[in-house]
């Protein structure tokens, strides 16, 4: 029986291990000290981590695993890479150091001639100003580090917007500010590749987001050419073959005409991706566990269209969470505003009816402006 550590346990660790029990594998995760792992209970050993420990004992801790692999990209990368002697440790923590800092993946983008919105790295207030009179307003600021889901980010529409964060910044952290992009739709690619080298790309996904916070996506992603699939097959063979990847790798962009520009790479499984787990595909989650454990990759190819809403800070009504047609995950997560709590699937034939469906749920998940996510 293989034995996967998981570093972080979250829903995705959660949903990693749920999809790998079933082929047998056994987990471990790795939890920063005193972090909540409710999301993995029952899914496998927790390991707290301690910095003063040695890499052999963590690895001794976390139960001799075969393969390491991660579930969030704010993970220690030297920590992964003194893991290595002992085992393999998938995506390699090359990729995952360029994903965690934003002002290194732009930069590392831009170097590979990839197309993404006008950017400028800043770390003080003179430099944040040439900035934005550079990019013109409006422009989002950007945290380099522990930036997700819209958190530390602003946008700023005038000198007065950026005058008020100058003020409210008390240390100046490590800055992207990038150009307001006049996008047409938000698009991602799921792409994988296993220790093989064989590579396949899930169609490529619609996502709407509000607040910076992924709220549903759709796949196939309407309305696709032949030249838009091309680009998106193109771009991750390019980023997968770099890094000789292992794993998933999740490829976030902006649709302008008719050209993908890149906002935010993910090394690991993805929000958009959770549509996967239906319409007859091989999920994301297993596919990541065949790549890592050298085994084949399954069908990336959908028998339906597919659908994802998630739950935040909102509960589905019972009504729709015992709906046969729905499928419902929880990911044993207390409630909070806005908190991602758990997702709901669905699949039909029918483009068209699936977006209907899909917006039905919406109104019925969050029905007073209130209550809505972009509240
Ligand atoms: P991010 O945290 O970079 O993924 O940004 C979250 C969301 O904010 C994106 O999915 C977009 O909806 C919006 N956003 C971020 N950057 C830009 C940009 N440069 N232009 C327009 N919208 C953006």
Partial sequence: MMHIAIIGCGQLARMMALAGWPMGLRFSFLAEAGENSDCVAGLGAVVERSPAVTA????????????????????????????????????????????????REKAFLQSRGIALAPFRRVNSADTLCAA?????????????????????????????????????????????????????????????????????????????????????????????????????????????????????????????????????????????GHWTQVAGVCSQFENHLRAICGRGLGPTQPLAHAAMLNLLGQLPPDHLAGSGEIQLHLYNKQLKPRRKIGHLNLQDPDPQRLQQRLATLEAAVYPAQAESPSA
Avoid: M
């Fill in 56 to 103: 052999e004992a963590l690895y001794e801790a976390l139960g001799r695993p075969d393969v390491v692999t991660v579930e969030r990209e704010q993970v220690d990368t030297e920590l992964l890479r003194s893991l290595r002697p002992w085992c393999p440790v998938y995506p390699d923590p090359d990729a995952i150091a360029v994903c965690q800092h934003r002002g």
């Fill in 132 to 272: 934005v009179a550079e990019l013109g307003y409006p422009v989002f600021v950007k945290s380099c580090e522990q930036g997700y889901d819209g958190q530390n980010q602003w946008r700023l529409t005038s000198d007065n917007d950026r005058d008020a964060l100058i003020a409210q910044l008390e240390c100046w952290p490590e800055l992207v500010v990038e150009a307001q992009v006049a996008f047409s739709r938000e698009l991602s690619i799921i792409a994988v590749r296993s220790a093989s080298g064989t590579e396949a790309c899930y169609p490529l996904t619609e996502n709407r987001h509000q607040g910076g916070i992924l709220v549903s996506s759709q796949a196939p992603a309407p309305a696709l050419t032949p030249a838009l699939e091309q680009q998106a097959r193109e771009l991750a063979e390019r980023l997968l073959q770099h890094w000789d990847y292992v794993g998933v790798l999740a490829i976030e962009c902006f649709v302008v005409g008719d050209q993908l520009l890149v906002n935010e790479l993910a090394p690991r499984v993805h929000n958009s």
